[in-house]
């Protein structure tokens, strides 16, 4: 028998199990934050979407640096994804 796409086969899909908590992501950004407050900056976590995307506010001096979107790209973005379970994407407000 064949199943349209979105029907369920009841089996659950791995990802859909996992809850992604946004204190889950405040402590992986803690990690994180040392080496922001060292440049004059901080990151603080805005927003945790259903699907994944986690919206992070640069400030200080991370508000006006040229590098603001490789540090999303090359530090933020990864490491979220390798500590926090369900972190599909990160995003700069």
Known sequence: MSRRLGESSGEINASAGRVLKPENVR??????RPGLVADGGNAELVSVGEDGTVRIELQGACTR???REMTRRL?????????????TSV???
């Open 65 to 67: 640096c040229p590098a």
């Open 91 to 93: 995003l700069l407000s």
């Open 27 to 32: 402590r992986a950004l803690d990690l994180l």
């Open 75 to 87: 530090v933020l973005e990864p490491a979220l994804r390798a500590r926090v379970p369900g972190v």
